[in-house]
């Protein structure tokens, strides 16, 4: 079993900024990606941004150039930097990973979220 822990959530004006980060524990054999989804009241669940093992990301058209996403291997732990932030951004934010365990093939496992509010 594979466990996440996200933090770094909170209140911030339009144009600040926030840094989430999550943290994997458990058995873990090889982590595959790492990265970020939310969903915003009323709307799709939408992929934020994603890093390989490899280190490759991939952005959400609508936060290219603004978040930055990171990866620290000998913790497990994958960072979320938003920059410039704007109302739009406020969400529940979600960390997954894809990984395999030493007694399971590649599935993914979820953080439990942390809000994020973008308000004057």
């Known amino acids: 079993q594979v466990q996440l822990v996200e933090s770094g959530g909170g209140l911030v004006q339009p144009g600040g900024s926030l840094r989430l980060s999550c943290a994997a524990s458990g058995s873990i054999s090889s982590i595959y990606a790492m990265g970020w989804y939310r969903q915003a009241p009323g709307k799709q669940r939408e992929l934020v941004a994603f890093i390989t093992g490899g280190r490759s990301t991939k952005y959400a058209e609508s936060v290219k150039g603004r978040f930055t996403i990171s990866r620290d291997n000998a913790k497990n732990t994958v960072s979320l930097q938003m920059n410039s932030l704007k109302p739009e951004d406020t969400a529940v934010y979600y960390c997954?990973?894809?990984?395999?365990?030493?007694?399971?093939?590649?599935?993914?496992?979820w953080g439990q979220g942390t809000q994020v509010t973008v308000s004057s």
């Open positions: 997954y990973a894809h990984v395999s365990t030493t007694t399971a093939t590649p599935d993914y496992y």
